[in-house]
């Protein structure tokens, strides 16, 4: 396991290497092209030292950007975290080089892959509450959002269905009108569904 | 010059990381990996005697469940995303069920017994369906459990001692009121799927 360690960290650095030679020049103007919305968490009983909270990115700018880190008071420490399914098996890890917001997509954390991790609990997440977190850009700085606490089991990232989806839960297929993963028994996956963050990334509408 | 260098180091991180994805796949596929053909009716490998503490605290066996139909999911309450979806899945089959719903125990055994105390796992699925039962145990008990039904639990980070993550095998068992096994749903099963299997079988 050191090995495979060893090479992460190497392409790691690599993958660093490259963006920073490939920065553009940066337009002062872009920043606000950058928006955080519909932040919201999952209630969490009060023993819970653990949480996980979702937050749609939407990037109406001419550049690439990425989050690469979030903040709360809530929390000790907060990671960005994604699920990934290895043959039949459930991965939670850490996303150590940030979660790309490409220019003119939208990226929905949602259950069941990326999300924002809360550890070391300093408040109960209750239903009704809310919270501050600040989100990270790279080239975007910081933004603050509320995020709500729903439902222990709330599934879906818009409750009222009053924003404009673009028709975008049907992409990757992953969410069922009433909010359940998609999928069934195993004899109908004729897909792949290794990755359980496959459809996250949507195309926006051009603007 | 930089450049060519850095797209050097580039090349060879690509190389790199499709080694360590052959090493990672090779060193990972656990035990899950031979169920994921498809339904495996009435495999008698699967399922069994287990002895474990339910979330009320009481010493509960196999034999307890007897009787009913079990919907059966191995997770951790450290887990904020994918187990509260499955739990939220089993209160949707529940519901679609009706009054049907009292032929199925929906169970949640933790992968996780050292921070998984029988407080910890009431709260956990308390906040979920009064009709889960939550299960916990020695850690021998876990590992006993896990070995009976092919179930797979293993620290991810053990040096983090208070935050380590837990990876699990991601699989509902439904298991026939005698105890044996009758289907198992991958992650991401419908709830309308899984109360129409559950149906076929009242
Ligand atoms: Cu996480």
Same mark, same amino acid.
């Given at each position: 396991?050191?090995?495979?360690?060893?090479?992460?960290?190497?392409?790691?650095?690599?993958?660093?290497?490259?963006?920073?030679?490939?920065?553009?020049?940066?337009?002062?103007?872009?920043?606000?092209?950058?928006?955080?919305?519909?932040?919201?968490?999952?209630?969490?009983?009060?023993?819970?030292?653990?949480?996980?909270?979702?937050?749609?990115?939407?990037?109406?700018?001419?550049?690439?950007?990425?989050?690469?880190?979030?903040?709360?008071?809530?929390?000790?420490?907060?990671?960005?975290?994604?699920?990934?399914?290895?043959?039949?098996?459930?991965?939670?890890?850490?996303?150590?080089?940030?979660?790309?917001?490409?220019?003119?997509?939208?990226?929905?954390?949602?259950?069941?892959?990326?999300?924002?991790?809360?550890?070391?609990?300093?408040?109960?997440?209750?239903?009704?509450?809310?919270?501050?977190?600040?989100?990270?850009?790279?080239?975007?700085?910081?933004?603050?959002?509320?995020?709500?606490?729903?439902?222990?089991?709330?599934?879906?990232?818009?409750?009222?269905?009053?924003?404009?989806?673009?028709?975008?839960?049907?992409?990757?297929?992953?969410?069922?009108?009433?909010?359940?993963?998609?999928?069934?028994?195993?004899?109908?996956?004729?897909?792949?569904?290794?990755?359980?963050?496959?459809?996250?990334?949507?195309?926006?509408?051009?603007? | 010059?930089?450049?060519?260098?850095?797209?050097?180091?580039?090349? #060879? &991180?690509?190389? /790199?990381? @499709?080694?360590?994805?052959? =090493?990672?796949?090779?060193?990972?596929?656990?035990?899950? *990996?031979?169920?994921?053909?498809?339904?495996?009716?009435?495999?008698?490998?699967?399922?069994?005697?287990?002895?474990?503490?339910?979330?009320?605290?009481?010493?509960?066996?196999?034999?307890?469940?007897?009787?009913?139909?079990? #919907? &059966?999911?191995? /997770?951790? @309450?450290?887990?904020?995303? =994918?187990?509260?979806?499955?739990?939220?899945?089993?209160? *949707?089959?529940?519901?679609?069920?009706?009054?049907?719903?009292?032929?199925?125990?929906?169970?949640?055994?933790?992968?996780?017994?050292?921070?998984?105390?029988?407080?910890?796992?009431?709260?956990?699925?308390?906040?979920?369906?009064?009709?889960?039962? /939550?299960? @916990?145990?020695?850690?021998?008990?876990?590992?006993?459990?896990?070995?009976?039904?092919?179930?797979?639990?293993?620290?991810?980070?053990?040096?983090?001692?208070?935050?380590?993550?837990?990876?699990?095998?991601?699989?509902?068992?439904?298991?026939?009121?005698?105890?044996?096994?009758?289907?198992?749903?991958?992650?991401?099963?419908?709830?309308?799927?899984?109360?129409?299997?559950?149906?076929?079988?009242?």
């Amino acid at each position: 396991m050191n090995f495979v360690k060893m090479i992460a960290v190497s392409a790691l650095a690599g993958v660093a290497m490259m963006s920073s030679l490939h920065t553009p020049a940066f337009a002062a103007g872009e920043t606000s092209q950058l928006t955080a919305e519909d932040a919201w968490a999952r209630s969490r009983p009060a023993s819970a030292k653990v949480g996980g909270a979702y937050v749609t990115l939407i990037n109406n700018g001419k550049t690439d950007d990425r989050l690469i880190g979030a903040q709360s008071p809530v929390a000790d420490r907060t990671e960005l975290h994604t699920v990934e399914m290895q043959d039949g098996m459930m991965k939670m890890m850490e996303v150590k080089d940030g979660i790309p917001v490409p220019a003119g997509q939208t990226v929905a954390l949602r259950p069941g892959g990326l999300h924002v991790m809360f550890m070391g609990l300093k408040e109960t997440m209750e239903e009704g509450k809310t919270f501050p977190l600040t989100l990270t850009f790279e080239h975007a700085g910081d933004k603050q959002v509320t995020v709500q606490v729903r439902a222990a089991g709330a599934m879906k990232n818009m409750p009222h269905g009053s924003m404009n989806q673009g028709g975008s839960m049907n992409h990757g297929g992953s969410l069922n009108q009433d909010g359940t993963m998609g999928g069934g028994t195993m004899p109908h996956m004729g897909t792949d569904k290794g990755h359980m963050g496959q459809g996250e990334m949507q195309k926006q509408h051009s603007n | 010059m930089n450049k060519v260098f850095a797209y050097a180091v580039a090349l #060879l &991180v690509i190389v /790199g990381l @499709t080694i360590a994805a052959l =090493v990672f796949t090779g060193v990972l596929s656990g035990p899950g *990996q031979k169920s994921r053909s498809g339904i495996i009716a009435g495999a008698p490998q699967i399922g069994g005697p287990f002895e474990l503490v339910n979330h009320k605290g009481e010493t509960v066996t196999d034999k307890d469940f007897q009787g009913k139909m079990m #919907l &059966v999911f191995f /997770g951790y @309450t450290f887990c904020p995303d =994918v187990c509260p979806t499955e739990m939220q899945t089993f209160v *949707q089959t529940l519901d679609l069920l009706g009054e049907d719903a009292d032929q199925v125990t929906p169970v949640f055994i933790t992968v996780d017994p050292e921070r998984d105390s029988v407080d910890v796992v009431r709260e956990f699925v308390a906040a979920f369906h009064p009709a889960i039962v /939550g299960l @916990t145990g020695t850690p021998e008990q876990i590992t006993q459990v896990k070995k009976q039904y092919r179930a797979y639990g293993q620290k991810a980070n053990s040096e983090d001692k208070e935050y380590y993550l837990v990876d699990h095998t991601s699989f509902t068992y439904l298991m026939g009121r005698d105890g044996s096994l009758s289907t198992v749903f991958s992650y991401g099963t419908t709830a309308e799927e899984m109360a129409k299997v559950i149906r076929e079988q009242l």
